[in-house]
């Protein structure tokens, strides 16, 4: 940024503030997307006012890390669709949206992003339209299909983690081998009914290994089904997890597996003993 | 009081395999017992379990239990 327009958004600014209709003006006027501005600011120590509530939690510093990253979030349903709204209320600079599926009417009871008005629609495009109208400085890459083996490395290059909001367990044992390949931590969650699971599956982790070594079953969801609540819980423990990763900040998920019974009002952490596979 | 043919194992259950058992509990089973017969006793399909945990290590279901161990099982979770 050339000295003139840093001094024209320095300008804007109001006491380390960055409100958003000056945002708007700077973009305008010097020709940039929102997004750069956002970063531009940051970069001076101007924090957009919309993060004015984070910055107890995150410094400038971290906020600019944000900025920065990419994140994927794989599966825009129950869990994916809180996700994609955490992780852009966050500040993430880019989140790449991956779903095949329309709605249904059977994910009114707990999806965040599937309203009447958006039965039939695409989820990936429900969580690009969610992302616009909470920050359009935030890049949303909509990708509507099935992550495989094959496409996956391609959806996912440059996250600097992927957010595992998948509905199976097949699907799953997928993304970590796409996540291994890329060298990217997978933040897995799972739900059913009023249970959940969350870990951090680094390149190399046996976390997925040992929660879905055992059985060939489908999973206890099949019997259970999914309420409001739960993937909302599991949710925000996986959008703090993202978090931790890219601010360098907390204790992650990694070798533990955080077990969730919301039917107790239970929370127990398990540690895999053996971590490496 | 257990007999010397029976060991006292800690089961602890995960989940919906809570569900119309119990969360923890002390359980006696005949020396020599394995981790399938708990689970058999237990009257869930072993192809339902995704982690077998003793005393906090992955564990195999055709292991002997000795008395004072911790059974640790848990479910598969697949939704999202």
């Not at chain 1, 958003?20 to 750069?36: D, F, Y």
């Not at chain 1, 920065?68 to 966050?90: K, W």
């Not at chain 1, 969610?130 to 935030?138: G, K, S």
């Not at chain 2, 479910?75 to 999202?80: A, K, R, V």
Request: aromatic content about 6%; hydrophobic content about 45%; charged content about 25%.
């Amino acid at each position: 940024m050339i000295d003139a327009d840093r001094a024209f958004l320095l300008a804007q600014g109001l006491d380390g503030l960055l409100s958003w209709a000056a945002q708007v003006r700077v973009a305008e006027t010097l020709g940039l997307s929102l997004g750069e501005v956002e970063e531009a600011a940051l970069v001076e120590g101007l924090l957009p006012s919309r993060y004015t509530r984070n910055c107890a939690t995150f410094s400038i510093a971290d906020q600019l890390r944000f900025r920065r990253a990419r994140v994927g979030v794989v599966g825009c349903g129950g869990i994916g669709g809180y996700v994609v709204e955490g992780l852009a209320r966050v500040g993430v600079g880019a989140i790449v949206a991956v779903d095949p599926d329309s709605f249904e009417e059977s994910n009114l009871n707990r999806q965040l992003l599937c309203t009447i008005a958006a039965l039939g629609t695409a989820k990936v495009d429900a969580a690009a339209s969610r992302v616009a109208a909470i920050n359009p400085a935030v890049t949303i890459v909509a990708r509507r299909e099935r992550l495989t083996r094959e496409n996956g490395a391609q959806l996912l290059e440059g996250c600097a983690a992927v957010v595992d909001a998948l509905d199976s367990i097949g699907a799953r044992k997928e993304l970590r081998a796409v996540c291994d390949d890329l060298a990217t931590p997978m933040i897995h969650g799972a739900i059913a009914g009023w249970y959940g699971q969350i870990c951090d599956a680094f390149p190399g982790d046996a976390a997925l290994d040992r929660l879905y070594g055992r059985g060939d079953g489908p999973g206890e969801q099949t019997r259970l089904g999914n309420p409001a609540f739960t993937p909302m819980a599991a949710a925000a423990f996986q959008i703090a997890e993202v978090c931790k990763i890219i601010a360098g900040q907390g204790k992650p998920l990694r070798g533990r597996a955080l077990m969730l019974d919301m039917s107790e009002g239970d929370v127990e952490v398990v540690a895999f003993a053996d971590e490496a596979r | 009081m257990p007999s010397e043919a029976t060991v006292t194992i800690t089961v602890k259950l995960f989940a919906s395999f809570r569900r119309g058992r119990f969360k923890e509990a002390s359980r006696d089973y005949s020396a020599g017992a394995r981790i399938a017969d708990v689970i058999a006793d237990l009257g869930i399909e072993p192809k339902d379990i995704g982690m077998i945990f003793v005393d906090g290590k992955h564990a195999d279901p055709d292991r002997a239990l000795r008395a004072g161990e911790a059974l640790a099982l848990f479910p598969l979770l697949g939704g999202g």
